[in-house]
């Protein structure tokens, strides 16, 4: 069974703070992808890496797939209470012309204002 | 909105009994997944259908079923209902076999009592 291990599991910083979130696995992964869920709703995809060592940025959201495609961290720049919520980071795995999600149980992020 | 629908939103009901979650893809989305949401397990993966064939399985119980019709909307239907079933129910859909993409409804929460 393949896991997923985030840390830390709750984060509360203030607004302008920075902040990692990090995605640890013992298990290669073909790509992994982020999500972020909101209370009452959904998770979003933010971004899929794909390959060893890709960094990826969306506005002031950096994400980077470890070299090994293992382990991948999330770094927020100058949080802002909009970054709150529940981010999971999800490895894909393929196989028999199909694919599977195996999710982290996720980062709790409270951004104050 | 992903485009994604699912009915109902909340559902509550008693131990031993029967539900059926009704799942809407995006437009033109073949593929079509379930997923249980717990505190405690997080986001886990339970069955995936294809065009109305049934594509790829995961931590399904047997008293748990699904199926997705000609007009690819699905259903998920729970039996012999447990205080542990009780959860948040997502369906998420892609494009095709080839993406990794999902998009997620948002959610049914079930409330076994």
């Known amino acids: 069974t393949q896991l997923l291990e985030q840390s830390p599991q709750f984060l509360s910083i203030q607004e302008g703070e920075n902040l990692t979130v990090y995605c640890n696995s013992s298990s290669v992964f073909s790509s992994l992808q982020w999500y972020r869920q909101e209370p009452g709703e959904g998770p979003v995809l933010l971004v899929t890496v794909v390959t060893g060592g890709e960094v990826k940025k969306l506005k002031r959201l950096t994400f980077q797939f470890g070299d090994a495609r293992k382990d991948s961290s999330l770094h927020i720049t100058a949080a802002q209470p909009g970054d709150t919520g529940l981010y999971l980071c999800?490895?894909?795995?393929?196989?028999?012309?199909?694919?599977?999600?195996?999710f982290g149980k996720g980062t709790k992020l409270s951004v104050i204002p | 909105d992903s485009g994604v629908t699912q009915t109902p939103k909340h559902l509550i009901t008693a131990t031993g009994q029967r539900v059926t979650l009704r799942c809407s893809p995006r437009?033109?989305?073949?593929?079509v997944y379930w997923y249980q949401q717990s505190l405690d397990q997080g986001l886990q993966f339970l069955i995936q259908y294809y065009n109305g064939e049934e594509r790829a399985k995961g931590n399904i119980l047997e008293r748990f079923s699904a199926q997705q019709f000609p007009d690819l909307h699905s259903e998920l239907n729970l039996s012999s209902l447990e205080l542990g079933d009780s959860a948040l129910y997502f369906c998420a859909s892609s494009a095709g076999l080839g993406r990794t993409e999902q998009y997620f409804g948002p959610g049914t929460r079930l409330t076994v009592t």
């Open positions: 437009s033109g989305d073949l593929s």
């Open positions: 999800a490895g894909v795995s393929t196989g028999a012309g199909s694919y599977q999600l195996t």
